[in-house]
């Protein structure tokens, strides 16, 4: 499946970005941690350009945790200040503010030689859609202040948010990038519900989904849904096993596959499938 989605407002919220980057110290980027390859935005290196960033690794909770740790260590030892997140529970949040001061201790440093004392720290929050950005803004600011949704597209406009008299944050829309060169990376962001359904085939990409859960994660999948002979049998076969085991049939006792593909990656996007996470430091092309 060649899944691609850019719906014209990306192109508007991107100026926008451009134009609000000198209005901010720092790019707070929120990547999620079962896919922090394919959620990263390249075109975020060419907007922010030399501007201070940090990593936040979200829906920690959702993701394998020995893998969130390599991908915490992958992005340290590369010079971005990086850490692990779960903006629902608000696991980690407040660790943003100490990262976002450590990055930029030499800039607030000068601030005070200027006498500019109570100076905030602005910083930008920025992420592909439905990566939670207006979720993590508001568990950080411990009020409802950015509207947040469970799809991509909630956030529309640019929002300040003022968290205490030392951090000023600015939520923008998600955005995607003209065009993924890797299909991997479109079916990763359709898996985590970055991408419209309605440009998906759901079917397929549940297929796509149960193919590589089956290769990465085989016994949770083959115990959460009563699977067999996973080596043999392809996504379609799985999806149609799937569908049988939990009784999901329609007229003639022909397996229900597309209301057991909605049900898979509902199960998969709201973390009840278990603790998965799609990609790996090595996954990363030289």
Not at 186 to 207: I, R, S, W
């Amino acid at each position: 499946m060649n899944i691609q989605w850019y719906p014209g407002h990306m192109t508007k919220t991107r100026r926008q970005m451009e134009a609000d980057l000198k209005h901010v110290d720092i790019v707070v980027e929120l990547v999620d941690a079962r896919i922090p390859i394919s959620s990263r935005n390249p075109d975020i290196d060419a907007i922010c350009g030399d501007k201070p960033r940090i990593i936040m690794l979200n829906r920690a909770d959702q993701a394998d945790p020995q893998r969130t740790k390599a991908w915490v260590n992958y992005f340290t030892q590369r010079g971005i200040q990086a850490a692990a997140v779960d903006s629902r529970s608000g696991t980690g949040v407040n660790g943003m503010v100490a990262l976002a001061r450590n990055a930029l201790k030499d800039q607030i440093a000068r601030w005070k030689e200027k006498g500019q004392v109570g100076r905030p720290v602005r910083a930008m929050v920025v992420g592909v859609p439905n990566v939670g950005k207006s979720t993590f803004i508001n568990k950080l600011a411990r009020r409802k202040s950015a509207k947040a949704g469970d799809r991509p597209g909630v956030t529309r406009g640019k929002q300040w948010v003022s968290v205490d008299k030392g951090l000023e944050l600015l939520d923008t829309p998600g955005i995607l990038w003209p065009k993924f060169e890797d299909e991997t990376t479109g079916l990763h962001l359709a898996f985590t519900g970055a991408v419209k359904d309605e440009v998906t085939d759901m079917e397929g990409l549940a297929c796509a989904l149960l193919e590589l859960l089956r290769d990465r994660y085989p016994q949770t999948v083959a115990e959460r849904y009563k699977l067999t002979g996973l080596d043999e049998q392809q996504g379609w076969e799985l999806l149609e096993q799937g569908a049988r085991k939990r009784g999901m049939l329609i007229s003639g006792g022909e397996a229900d596959t597309e209301r057991m593909a909605k049900v898979l990656l509902d199960e998969f996007r709201g973390g009840r499938l278990g603790r998965f996470t799609l990609e790996v430091p090595e996954d990363i092309k030289s």
